[in-house]
């Protein structure tokens, strides 16, 4: 079975930085590809990015581009997402999500989901 694990959401202040971070279980050969999402109340889930374990390749949605990076620990089975220049409209429910057999910001790709962490940012 895998897990997902996220770490790192809060609150944080416009103009701010924040990294999040999704530990993975049950890691396996067939593991390709993990993603970050995220969701407002009303409005439809959002890829942000995805990284390819083995290799990786990364995807960016074209509103986080030079202000979001993602990575990856494949020793620690970790992948961070880190977040700068943070807006208010960045504000919503981040998830992580895995086991997609690609690197896509589609979010039926994926099969398995993190609970989600909130990123309010706010003044």
């Known amino acids: 079975q895998l897990q997902l694990a996220e770490s790192g959401g809060g609150l944080v202040q416009p103009g701010g930085s924040l990294r999040l971070s999704c530990a993975t279980s049950?890691?396996?050969?067939?593991?390709?590809?993990v993603a970050w999402f995220r969701q407002v109340p009303g409005k439809e889930r959002e890829g942000v990015s995805c990284i390819s374990i083995s290799e990786g390749r990364t995807e960016y949605a074209d509103g986080v581009k030079g202000r979001f990076t993602i990575s990856r620990d494949n020793g620690k089975n970790t992948v961070y997402l880190q977040m700068n220049s943070l807006e208010p409209e960045a504000t919503a429910v981040y998830y992580c999500?895995?086991?997609?057999?690609?690197?896509?910001?589609?979010?039926?790709?994926?099969?398995?989901w993190g609970q989600g962490t909130q990123v309010p940012v706010s003044s």
């Open positions: 049950g890691f396996t050969s067939d593991f390709y590809a």
């Open positions: 999500a895995a086991d997609g057999r690609r690197c896509s910001l589609w979010h039926r790709t994926y099969q398995f």
